[in-house]
């Protein structure tokens, strides 16, 4: 990073990895300590919750649920 704070700042605490959603989610999982089960009160379904962590699709509605939970752009999970 340069002295101005420019190049990769926005990358200083958690670096955010190129990949697919489920590669995302379980990045935000790790990064905020979040449980498969706890998931689940967000998707409705501990079953599901474990889908998509293991690389099942995300749907439109999840992927809005999963934005607002963690505070991210649904694109993230798109």
């Given at each position: 990073?340069?002295?101005?704070?420019?190049?990769?700042?926005?990358?200083?605490?958690?670096?955010?990895?190129?990949?697919?959603p489920n590669l995302m989610l379980v990045h935000l999982m790790?990064?905020?300590?979040?449980?498969?089960?706890?998931?689940?009160?967000?998707?409705?379904?501990?079953?599901?919750?474990?889908?998509?962590?293991?690389?099942?699709?995300?749907?439109?509605?999840?992927?809005?649920?999963?934005?607002?939970?963690?505070?991210?752009?649904?694109?993230?999970?798109?």
């Open positions: 990073m340069d002295e101005a704070g420019g190049e990769g700042r926005r990358e200083t605490h958690y670096p955010i990895p190129q990949g697919t790790d990064a905020r300590d979040t449980t498969t089960e706890a998931l689940a009160e967000v998707i409705g379904s501990l079953e599901i919750a474990s889908q998509i962590v293991n690389g099942g699709t995300i749907s439109k509605t999840q992927a809005e649920a999963l934005a607002d939970y963690f505070n991210v752009d649904i694109s993230l999970f798109t």
